[in-house]
């Protein structure tokens, strides 16, 4: 009865574990499509390898430019097995999938949809803020953390 349990107590913690890198990988990857973060991350780079004495000029992650709408688009199934992950086992933060959805909003990497770009990252950024914003509430309920 005991070993039951436990191969029980197991399997459910690995499907944990890959619903987890699941939503991990989604986050992750919802920022490949948005050129203001991947600029923001060239520089970063740039400035990181700067601090070992290594210059470069220009972005050094440029080429990515070429695997935007492929990148979003795994990101895009990525957050759909989030989903997935969520409605049937309610395993995945709410606030981790209404950010990572307004992430990918904002980055939406199609240019027939250019002039859309504003609404685009209004409504991702209200997204977010709000994932944000309902994270913090939850976190200093009364009576939660002290």
């Known amino acids: 009865m005991k070993v039951k349990m436990l191969g029980e107590k197991i399997r459910a913690q690995m499907t944990n574990r890959v619903a987890n890198m699941g939503t991990t990988a989604s ?25 070992l004495g290594i210059s470069l000029q220009g972005m050094p992650l440029a080429f990515l430019q070429d695997y935007a709408i492929p990148l979003w688009s795994l990101a895009i199934l990525l957050l759909g097995l989030s989903l997935y992950f969520y409605t049937t086992r309610k395993c995945i933060s709410k606030n981790m999938l209404i950010g990572s959805t307004g992430l990918l909003i904002a980055a939406i990497p199609f240019k027939e949809l250019e002039a859309f770009s504003v609404v685009f990252w209004i409504t991702g950024g209200v997204l977010v803020a709000f994932a944000i914003i309902n994270f913090i509430k939850n976190r200093y309920k009364k009576g939660c953390c002290k």
């Open 27 to 51: 986050g992750s990857l919802s920022f490949l499509g948005g050129y203001n973060v991947c600029h923001n991350l060239c520089l970063g780079i740039i400035a990181g390898l700067s601090m």
